[in-house]
């Protein structure tokens, strides 16, 4: 079996300094390191248990079933944060049938974002 030290999810934007000053500037993600220079240069950004990079450059946008799953402790907290940072959310706080509390955005490319309140009675957090 293979032993993962570390991961990260890589995402190749369209324009990497859009999608630097979205993820960095706008959603507020905390740099763990950068490499390169110029405007392609990589940016990794801490998520949680791991990591974001942003880095190169595509010709087109990613894939519709990209996603990316951001669990935070207050959504709805997060939602007046972004709000005030001029995110535009695409559906604000709902708490959704499994029991999640989810707010969806887009990024500058299209990837879709959820983020998720895990609430404290919820399975993902106990389990009898």
């Keep these: 079996m293979v032993h993962v030290l570390s991961s990260r999810t890589l995402l190749r934007p369209v324009d990497p300094e859009r999608s630097r ?11 763990y390191r950068e490499f390169g220079t110029g405007p392609e240069r990589g940016t990794v950004y801490f998520l949680g248990g791991g ?8 010709a087109e946008p990613p894939s519709p ?5 951001l669990q935070v402790a207050d959504v709805r907290a997060a939602y007046e944060e972004l709000v005030a940072a001029g995110v535009e959310v695409d559906r604000p706080p709902v708490k959704e049938p499994w029991g999640l509390v989810e707010m969806w955005l887009t990024d500058p490319d299209g990837t879709r974002i959820a983020v998720v309140e895990v609430p404290s009675d ?3 957090r106990y389990r009898p």
């Design 21 to 31: 000053a979205f993820y960095g500037g706008k959603l507020g993600l905390p740099v």
């Design 51 to 58: 990591f974001l990079e942003i880095s190169g450059r595509s």
């Design 65 to 69: 079933a990209v996603g990316l799953w």
């Design 122 to 124: 919820h399975p993902l």
